[in-house]
Each structure stands twice: as C-alpha cells, then as structure tokens.
C-alpha cells in the first residue's frame, strides 16, 4: 500500500495539527488533502519553510483560539427550535440537519460552517438534543435545539 509523507498547512480532524508531518495513504493525500490546501509535500524547501514560519503560526493560532473563544461564548446556552411535520410514532417526515442548524444560528446572526456542527446523523425524532459545535480543539460549546410538531390546521 502506497503511502506518502506531507506537512500539514492546516489542523485536520483525527491526522493532525498545522506544521506536522504525517504519513498518509497516498490516495487520501492526492484526492482530498492536497486538492483542499490542507497539506504539501513534505520537502525539505517546505519544512524549512514551516520552520521559519512558526512565529506567525502561533500568532494565528493564538488569533483563532481568540475568536474561537468569542463565538463559543456566543453560542453557548444557545436553543434553536424546529418545527417538522410528524408521523404517528413521533418520527419525523424529514430530518433536522447540520445544513438546517447552521442556516437558523445564521438567521440569529451566529455564523458557523455546517462542518464545524458535530451531528452524527440527522434528528429525525421529537425532542431536545444537545449538540456541539467545534470551533477549535479547545473549544466546543453546546447547544440546544428543539425539535417540535409542526402545528398544522385541519379542515373537515
């Protein structure tokens, strides 16, 4: 099995942080991370490169944690609420998405990546669930959102 090494430009989620070299199968690395910015070869021009960037690194690391630190305040205590048709037995006829969440965190002025929204699979029952939102490594607030029967008006 063919592998590669490469240096991380970015923290990727279970691989790696920013300025680390990994070793990854080479099909992962020519198809999704280099065609995504996330990584380079790790030459040794590159390396060199990383190495005398390591102050501005931290810095924006240090910049990201920041902000990442503000919008986690923001977000945390947060509840949105959904209104979904339902069937008989409390399933829902759609589904509660990350796209749907991060589209009502928008509306209420939150801007959030849907990929930064930590749902497993859609809600596709009523009730509350918690669910987190990685903003960083070091930060991954909660938030509640509700899932309700849609009111419907019946005319007979």
């Known amino acids: 099995m063919a592998t590669m090494e490469l240096l991380l430009k970015e923290n990727v989620e279970n691989l790696g942080t920013r300025g680390q070299i990994v070793r990854v199968k080479a099909g992962y690395g020519r198809n999704y991370l ?15 490169m990383i ?7 931290l810095k924006i690391a240090a ?12 977000l945390t205590g947060t509840t949105l609420h959904f209104g979904r048709k339902v069937g008989q037995h409390g399933i ?7 796209l749907d969440i991060a ?21 596709k029952s009523v009730g509350e669930f918690d669910v ?5 490594n070091d930060v991954k607030p909660v938030i509640k959102v509700v899932v309700e029967p849609e009111e419907t ?3 007979a």
């Not at 987190?132 to 960083?136: A, G, M, N």
């Open 63 to 74: 910049e990201e944690l920041h902000k990442a630190k503000s919008s986690g305040d923001q």
């Open 92 to 98: 829902l006829y759609g589904s509660v998405t990350a």
């Open 103 to 123: 589209e009502a965190l928008k509306e209420k002025g939150m801007e959030v990546e849907r990929r930064r929204i930590a749902l497993k699979d859609p809600i």
């Open 34 to 48: 280099l065609p995504q910015n996330l990584a380079v070869a790790a030459t040794t021009a590159n390396i060199k």
């Open 51 to 57: 190495e005398r960037e390591q102050k501005r690194l």
């Open 153 to 155: 008006s019946t005319t």
């Open 132 to 136: 987190v939102i990685k903003l960083h």
